[in-house]
């Protein structure tokens, strides 16, 4: 079955950048939607399409894809941004959704 | 109100079955597919079936086929899964999520439910 790749965690100071990757085969031709969720929350959409944002997602949240590496981007990060952030895309050979294993963003 | 409602969670023992309901309401609940995604206690998100808008086409993640069924009545703006025998894995938090793209499976989840929780313990 198809598998997605996050890395567990990623320390940000705030107003810095974080990057998290979401690794896997051939994601570039697939379209790539990514999802925040802070404890005890749902999961809410926040970059879907590789790297279009819904609205009411501020402009410091991007993504981007290519090859084999989807990339979540939180500009100038703020202390609210701390929370779990999952891709996910759907499978056409397996006919399955799929999400990463998921990272966690922690705001020093 | 644009919302998802999820509801029918519980304490069941291993081996036994639970139905969970989703009542939407607010969009043409007909227009979408609809999917359940679950989370087990600490651990990150599985998407477990989906259901096109006419519930002529379903799907499924590996470890629940044969098992559990989705179903919709549009009638009554509900999404249903029928969870059959259950096993200590299946204990999570459901959500019941639509896919934003009207008619399409590749779409986002752009609307998630409160999350409904499964506790399969004997």
């Known amino acids: 079955s198809y598998e997605l790749t996050q890395p567990p965690s990623v320390s940000v100071a705030p107003g810095e950048t974080a990057r998290m990757t979401c690794e896997g085969e051939y994601i570039g031709h697939q379209s790539v939607h990514w999802y925040q969720q802070k404890p005890g929350q749902a999961p809410v959409m926040i970059i879907y399409y590789d790297a279009d944002r819904p609205s009411g997602i501020p402009e410091r949240f991007s993504g981007s894809n290519s090859e084999n590496t989807a990339t979540l981007t939180i500009s100038r990060v703020e202390a609210g941004d701390e929370a779990d952030y999952y891709c996910q895309v759907w499978d056409r050979l397996g006919d399955q959704n799929v999400f990463g294993t998921g990272t966690r963003v922690t705001v020093l | ?122």
Not at chain 2, 10 to 37: D, E, I, K, Q, T
Not at chain 2, 77 to 100: F, G, H, I, K, P
Not at chain 2, 104 to 118: E, K, L
């Open chain 2, 1 to 122: 109100e644009v919302q998802l409602v999820d509801s029918g969670g519980g304490l069941v023992h291993p081996g036994g079955s639970l139905r969970l309901s989703c009542a939407a309401s607010g969009f043409n609940f007909f227009n979408y597919w609809m999917n359940w995604v679950r989370q087990a206690p600490g651990k990150g998100l599985e998407w477990v079936a989906n259901i096109k808008d006419d519930g002529s086409e379903r799907y499924f993640v590996d470890s629940v086929k044969g098992r559990f069924i989705i179903s919709r009545d549009n009638a009554k703006n509900s999404l249903y899964l029928q969870m059959n025998r259950l096993s200590v894995e299946d204990t999570a938090v459901y959500y019941c999520v639509r896919t934003a793209s009207v008619g399409s499976t590749t779409g986002a989840f752009d609307m998630w439910g409160q999350g409904t929780m499964v506790t399969v313990s004997s």
